[in-house]
């Protein structure tokens, strides 16, 4: 009885987290006549796919199309993956296999630097932004994200490097191969599984964020998928079938990258919780 009492509440609890995503497709897929009935279904009766061709044909703003605003986005956020990944691997090698004066520190700044609230930071790094002449750029964007990135990626990367043996890498050197190859051939794929988990958190802050991307970008054509879902919402009205369609598009990047990662990524968040 227990056991179908606990699988009965995760049911429910899968059901309630759903619903709202199950929401939001079957929305996309009903006609405007349907969409603001008195008496809404919960199952389109008549599907149809007209708020996709709009969104996918027609021009958000003139000029620019969903792809453009979709390339910018998947161009941000792949390149804060990437960046983040590599130096944060860097940086927790650095924390966790040597010893140097105010290494504490650091570690302790990069969870104080986790406390800040994002808006408290928006005008300092916006003046910081236009001193370096990246202003109106996506170059801006990427460096922002990886600065909010990095943190918790050292951190939780740091647990991982110092999981793996240093036994392993000695022995490695005893065979002759040089600190580029222990790093590449030993230590690299043992953390891959953490470089996973930290990934899917770069990639979630840079796909989402919306504040920064709209202060430091201003040329419409620039914009990413976050700023642009702000163009179906009208002063008189909204246009609810493209915004679920919009949305439904926003969301499946996430949904297939976390789909391709999903084992490593429980395997990270097991792993990483070792040592530290």
Known sequence: MKKVALNGAGLLVALFAAFPVYWMVATSLKP???????????????????????????????????ADFFGNSVLVAVSTVLLSGLVALLAATAVARFRFRLRTSFLIMLLVVQMIPLEALVIPLFLMIQRLGLY????????????????????????????????????????????????RKVLFPLVAPGLVATSIFSFITAWNELIFALTFVNDQSRYTLPVAMTFFFG?????????????????????????LVQRRMVTGLVAGAVKG
Do not use: C
């Open 235 to 259: 002063r008189d009205d909204t246009a609810w079938g493209s915004v679920m369609a919009a949305s439904t598009l926003f969301t499946l990047p996430v949904i297939v990258f976390f789909l």
């Open 32 to 66: 405007n006549r349907e969409i603001f009935s008195a008496t809404p279904r919960p199952v389109p009766a008549h599907p149809t796919l007209e708020h996709y061709r709009e969104i996918l044909t027609g021009n958000l703003i003139p000029g620019v199309t969903f």
């Open 136 to 183: 109106n750029t996506l170059p801006s964007l990427v460096l922002t994200y990886l600065g909010f990135s990095l943190p918790f990626a050292v951190w939780m990367l740091r647990g991982f490097v110092a999981a793996v043996p240093k036994e392993l890498e000695e022995a490695a050197a005893i065979d002759g191969a040089s600190r580029s190859q222990i790093f």
